[in-house]
């Protein structure tokens, strides 16, 4: 049985909207003219990381190739912010988020995404994204001083500034029971592993619904997903204590 959980925190990219297509399309356009192609062993090393160190993650596959994480970045964001506005929600996304607005359920967005990019991705899907109310947490938020995932910082914010709840801090050695009871209270919505490990070390539980080809990517880690998923599609509220759909 799943623990009754209270309060929502989602990842974007992935896992409500299917930017990784773009991703993809757009890093192996710019490494074709060096005939080179990103893998999904290397693809599963930039996702949920914030923008330049998922770019320096992608670069040191290729030493040979001229091309430094400044060009790289440039090229990159030029293209996809062509793209943005057309990405899609990927399949359950509406029905769930609908579902736990209508029975205001606290939930807020942790996206590793720049600020800026969060706007071209969900400017045309209001209806969706108009439901957590701005309770957006972004990557390049520099006032909360955050490391990128797999660190739990982003979650902690989340749930904490956003939120209201009372997870206290990152570093460890500030936090008490009250803090650990309350975490449990969370659960983290996530597609990418690095992204899944700071859900679990935020103490929250989490629900993984990876690209399946991710599954197949070797993974050494110690934290595991409490639920793995196909597709969103596939979630049960009530399993965790969140009223059903009808």
Known sequence: MSPSVEFLLFDMDGLLIDSEAIYTKVTNTILAPFGKEMTWDIKAGCMGKPEREAAVHLLSFFPDIPLTVPAYLEQRNALQ????????????VRKLILHLKAHNIPMAVATSSRRRNFELKTGH????????????????????????????????????????????????AHVTPTHLSERSKGLVFEDAMPGMQAGKRAGMSVVWVPDANLLDVEYSGEEQADLTLKSLEEFVPEQWGLPPYV
Do not use: H, S
Request: hydrophobic residues 40%; aromatic residues 8%; glycine residues 12%.
């Open 81 to 92: 912010d062509k793209l943005w506005p057309t990405v899609p929600l990927l399949p359950g």
């Open 125 to 172: 899907l209001g209806e969706i994204f108009d439901c957590f109310e701005g309770k957006v947490v972004c990557g390049d938020d520099a006032k909360w001083n955050m490391r990128g995932k797999p660190e739990p910082d982003i979650f902690l914010v989340a749930a904490r500034e956003i939120l209201g709840r009372d997870v206290g801090p990152a570093d460890p």
